[in-house]
């Protein structure tokens, strides 16, 4: 990366275009207001000040999955919207005359503030989006980043992040990047081809998806209808067009996204402490990957101006940074890569393998309910010992203790927070990258590679559908695969194994390992298996709780989890039943 006395070249971008519009774009009083709550308002990097309230923070945070807007634009919109709603606000230039005349924002701010507040109310509080109510001190962007360096920027686990939804970046040449390392190489070309294909098949997939759900799934809409009139007694209720284009839609984006490649831009924001931003700053620096050290640089600039003392000692690590290269040298010599020779690379189904588990978890488990809870003179060890002379239904009893009563979105005591159970996963990388965000996990992931793929189902139930004249989708599906593995494993022989980490798409498998104590199982399990997740990853988490249970057989029934094997469409159960409530809440206001 390009520095210009110590300060991030304007315009920075990482590998991706420039998201947003570049600092001379702006008005002169919009430019005020950006200097003064950001870091930089030129850089695709940039830090929230500490001018920037914490309510703003949260909002523009709450922002992110569902806008491709950058965070300083958004911030703009708020000031314009607040004084066009109440006169009584001060507009945006008065906010810029008030910061160039050093006067006192924050009094000058309370409906802004106010707004700002209501929204992580809203979503941080009522509906259970609890990253909202995190706080830290450094408060970081990342736009334009590649899919590949989400996985790496958000791997601590105390930090807060919000990534942009993948359903809000339009798969198009200029949302993709180019690695560093093989711009202006014949690797360039072939990655640009590659992209273009798998654009092309990815419309053509999402065309044919829509046209394929709608017919299909029409009985299921009209069941819906009757559903909801049944639970609500008014005969004209049911599901709007718009929201049924909605729920079409988000179906057959989730069948496309497979297609996705890991080089497909992104930008997410993140809060974390110092402490740990200073040591993700040295891992992001000693990584492989270009792109995320000219990343970790970035953000070490930008964060040196909040937090000078500890933010300049994050630096690179030639320790870590040879670790990679290390490991590989280890496995050509112990192991060997004969023994991968003759793999197959098909399609592969989903899997989950209980690899380790605590001996005697329960035992361990409601001795600990016991020890946490009651003035008890005996030690865990002699409490778990006991354990196994008493009978189930005494058993049962020290379970429901702490269940019963307990609401949806109330946690879980600590005191199940023992022992644990290691679970390798091998599953697509679409599901990966949703499953990693459990960070009270503890994790290990395989570099991305291309040993399976796992092609959505619904490919081969339409597969003869051709669109434009066409070769028929699943065939084209699997050329595509062809070629990714074919330059994915050109690139690893030219030693270029981080570049290679680009060319896998979402659909391609990833080995992944999680420890987990009990609390963490059964938290997940309720969050990934709901109705409105993909397909991957709610089986992944179905089959998890069932292994966990068979450990912990008191707690089965009353461990709350959606255990159904599928959902044809995964927003509709969502949204019929909030069209019945808000029209009961409707029918019990008048």
């Known amino acids: 990366m390009n520095e210009e006395e110590g300060r991030v070249i304007p315009g920075f971008s990482g590998i991706g275009n420039f998201r947003g519009k570049r600092l001379a774009e702006f008005e002169k009083s919009e430019q005020t207001v950006l200097n003064h709550f950001f870091t930089n308002a030129d850089s695709n990097v940039y830090c929230a000040t500490d001018e920037m309230p914490g309510e703003f923070w949260a909002l523009l945070m709450g922002q992110y999955a569902r806008s491709s807007t950058t965070a300083k634009e958004r911030l703009l919109e708020l000031f314009r919207d607040v004084s066009a709603k109440d006169s009584s606000a001060p507009t945006l230039e008065e906010v810029a005359a008030v910061i160039e005349q050093g006067g006192n924002l924050r009094r000058m701010l309370s409906a802004h503030l106010e707004k700002s507040g209501k929204h992580t109310e809203t979503y941080g509080v009522k509906y259970g989006h609890a990253s909202l109510r995190d706080s830290g001190i450094i408060r970081i962007c990342f736009e334009g980043v590649s899919q590949r360096a989400t996985k790496h920027l958000e791997a601590a686990r105390e930090g807060a992040y919000q990534e942009q939804s993948t359903r809000a970046t339009k798969f198009l040449p200029e949302n993709l990047g180019i690695p ?42 009209e069941a819906s209808n009757k559903k909801i009139r049944e639970e609500t007694g008014n005969p004209d209720l049911k599901i709007s067009d718009s929201r049924w284009e909605g729920i079409i839609g988000a179906k057959a984006f989730d069948i496309a996204r497979s ?46 101006k909040l937090n000078p003392t500890l933010m300049k000692y994050g630096n690179r ?13 280890l496995y050509d010599e112990l192991i060997g890569t004969e023994i991968e020779e003759g793999l197959p690379y098909e399609q592969t ?5 209980l690899m380790a588990v605590t001996p005697g978890i329960e035992n361990l488990v409601l001795a600990s309910i016991l020890f946490k809870g009651a003035n008890s003179k005996l030690s865990l ?24 009563g307990r609401k949806k ?13 290691v679970f390798e996963r091998f599953y697509d990388i679409g599901a990966y990258r949703d499953l990693q965000r459990q960070r009270g996990d503890r994790q290990q992931a395989a570099p991305y590679n291309v040993v399976a793929f796992h092609i959505p189902e619904e490919i081969e139930e339409f597969q003869d559908a051709t669109i434009n004249g066409g070769k028929n989708l699943k065939e084209r599906y699997h050329d595509l695969l062809g070629r990714t593995k074919k330059l994915y494993e050109d690139l690893r022989r030219e030693g270029m194994h981080a ?19 009990p609390v963490q199982c059964w938290y997940e399990g309720a969050l990934r298996a709901q109705a409105a997740g993909a397909d991957t990853y709610r089986e992944i988490a179905r089959r998890e709780m069932h292994h966990v249970l068979e450990h912990l057989p008191s707690f089965k029934g009353l461990i709350p989890f959606d255990d159904t094997p599928k959902y044809p469409l995964n927003r509709l159960p969502e949204a019929v039943q909030g069209i019945i409530r808000t029209e009961l809440a409707k029918q019990r206001r008048t």
């Open 381 to 404: 060890e002699k409490l778990t010992e006991r354990m196994k002379t008493l009978s189930p239904e005494q058993r049962r009893r020290i379970a429901e203790s702490q269940t019963e």
């Open 180 to 221: 560093t390392e093989i711009r202006g190489t014949p690797f360039q070309a072939r990655m640009e081809s590659l992209n273009e294909e798998e654009i092309g098949l990815y419309n053509d997939v999402l065309l044919a998806a829509r046209e394929y759900l709608l017919k299909k799934n029409q009985p299921l809409r």
């Open 259 to 304: 297609l996705l490649p890991q080089n497909i831009t992104t930008s997410l924001g993140m809060t974390l402490n110092a402490r740990r931003m200073q040591d993700q700053l040295t891992e992001w620096q000693s990584l492989e990957f270009e792109e995320m050290n000219a990343l970790g640089r970035a953000a070490q600039i930008e964060s040196m």
């Open 409 to 421: 979105h109330e946690l879980h005591s600590k005191a199940m927070e023992i022992g644990s159970f």
């Open 499 to 517: 570049v290679a980490e680009y060319v896998p798409i979402m659909a391609h498998m990833i080995r992944h390992v999680t420890t987990k104590d």
């Open 349 to 353: 189904p989903l899997s989950t393998r």
């Open 317 to 329: 690590s030639e320790f870590h940074a040879g670790l990679s290269a290390r490991a590989r040298d």
